[in-house]
């Protein structure tokens, strides 16, 4: 790697103002600096192998954006990669990240070496320091530059379908890792219970603008558990239909049939009613929600 411009002083004003400007394979390239601590751009695969793995993090976004390459400004705290630490995101804690890929090393098939890649790339110490959410700034960069499927209409207005999908994604993640088995309130669960559990939950709050089961299951097909075969509607529906699950998700989904305190942890008593409470205390408690109660007062207070 070489450095083009630099001076005793941290860098030129080109360095600090769009990152450092080094040569990579023979070719000009942007690195992240403490000015700008993200980079997205476009790469070669030869560029990218070049990228010192002790000082950057680096991954692949599968959609391309609307340019060459920007910048992610700001704080760190607000891309925090928690996460991605806790979920094994990190090879060894400062190399490659895998936000929605990992890298190969390798050139894909039929590649010359002049492909280009659209490469995120973050400084390995804001990694470590910040471990929380840089998975997420992928999916906002895949929706915002159209690599995600149409807008989805199984939610009521003010519901986002894009970023409800970043907060089951995110709890997913909490419970599951990258498997079909969690913990939740004491006890084993498996993923396609999880769903289901969300799924009466969403139907009990009324957020659903259609609450048949297959709109649902598309919906996480599409937005949370894309080219994943770890969930599936035949699944779902073989639990749904199960003698423990259709015995109470009447009592689930109808607050006059069965009261609970969803702002609150249950008593952990291995009852599939006590699971459901922890679901519903989960997603209650989520930042998102919180926006969307948010929403909900600036509304309630408007005055037509």
Same mark, same amino acid.
């Given at each position: 790697?070489?450095?083009? =411009? =630099? $001076?005793? /002083?941290? +860098?030129?004003?080109?360095?600090?103002? *769009?990152?450092?400007?080094?040569?990579?394979?023979?070719?000009?390239? *942007?690195?992240?600096?403490?000015?700008?601590?993200?980079?997205?751009?476009?790469?070669?695969?030869?560029?990218?192998?070049? %990228?010192?793995?002790?000082? #950057?993090?680096?991954?692949?976004?599968? /959609?391309?954006?609307?340019?060459?390459?920007?910048?992610?400004?700001?704080?760190?705290?607000?891309?925090?990669?928690?996460?991605?630490?806790?979920?094994? *995101?990190?090879?060894?804690?400062?190399?490659?990240? +895998?936000?929605?890929?990992?890298?190969?090393?390798?050139?894909?098939?039929?590649?010359?070496?002049?492909?280009?890649?659209?490469?995120?790339? /973050?400084?390995?110490?804001?990694?470590?320091?910040?471990?929380?959410?840089?998975?997420?700034?992928? !999916? !906002?960069?895949?929706?915002?530059?159209?690599?995600?499927?149409?807008?989805?209409?199984?939610?009521?207005?003010?519901?986002?379908?894009?970023?409800?999908?970043?907060?089951? &994604? &995110?709890?997913?993640?909490?419970?599951?890792?990258?498997?079909?088995?969690?913990?939740? @309130?004491?006890?084993?669960?498996?993923?396609?219970?999880? @769903?289901?559990?969300?799924?009466?939950?969403?139907? !009990?709050?009324?957020?659903? $603008?259609?609450?048949?089961?297959?709109?649902? @299951?598309?919906?996480?097909?599409?937005?949370?558990?894309?080219?994943?075969?770890?969930?599936?509607? &035949?699944? #779902?529906? $073989?639990?749904?239909?199960?003698?423990?699950?259709?015995?109470?998700?009447? *009592?689930?989904?109808?607050? /006059?049939?069965?009261? #609970?305190? #969803?702002?609150?942890?249950?008593?952990?008593?291995?009852?599939?009613?006590?699971?459901?409470?922890?679901?519903? @205390?989960?997603?209650?408690?989520?930042?998102?929600? $919180?926006? %969307? !109660?948010? %929403?909900?007062?600036?509304?309630?207070?408007?005055?037509?």
């Amino acid at each position: 790697m070489k450095t083009m =411009s =630099s $001076n005793p /002083a941290g +860098g030129s004003l080109h360095s600090r103002l *769009l990152g450092t400007q080094v040569v990579l394979a023979g070719r000009s390239a *942007l690195l992240p600096n403490d000015d700008v601590p993200i980079i997205v751009q476009k790469m070669t695969m030869g560029q990218i192998n070049a %990228i010192p793995t002790d000082r #950057f993090a680096v991954s692949l976004v599968e /959609a391309t954006g609307t340019g060459p390459s920007f910048r992610l400004k700001g704080p760190m705290e607000r891309y925090r990669l928690r996460q991605m630490k806790r979920h094994g *995101l990190l090879n060894g804690g400062i190399r490659t990240t +895998g936000l929605v890929r990992r890298l190969s090393g390798s050139v894909a098939p039929g590649d010359d070496g002049s492909r280009q890649y659209t490469t995120l790339i /973050a400084l390995a110490k804001e990694v470590i320091h910040n471990a929380d959410d840089l998975y997420f700034i992928n !999916r !906002r960069l895949i929706r915002d530059s159209g690599g995600e499927p149409p807008g989805s209409d199984l939610f009521l207005p003010p519901i986002d379908a894009g970023l409800m999908s970043d907060c089951i &994604k &995110k709890i997913v993640l909490n419970i599951f890792g990258y498997g079909d088995k969690g913990e939740v @309130c004491g006890g084993k669960i498996k993923l396609v219970e999880f @769903c289901l559990l969300m799924h009466y939950y969403f139907i !009990r709050i009324k957020i659903l $603008n259609n609450t048949s089961r297959q709109p649902f @299951c598309e919906y996480l097909e599409k937005f949370v558990f894309t080219g994943q075969k770890r969930f599936t509607a &035949k699944t #779902f529906n $073989n639990n749904a239909n199960s003698v423990n699950y259709s015995k109470m998700e009447p *009592l689930f989904i109808d607050e /006059a049939r069965m009261s #609970f305190n #969803f702002k609150n942890h249950p008593n952990p008593d291995g009852t599939l009613k006590a699971v459901f409470q922890e679901v519903g @205390c989960i997603f209650h408690n989520s930042p998102y929600f $919180n926006k %969307i !109660r948010e %929403i909900r007062t600036n509304v309630d207070n408007f005055r037509f």
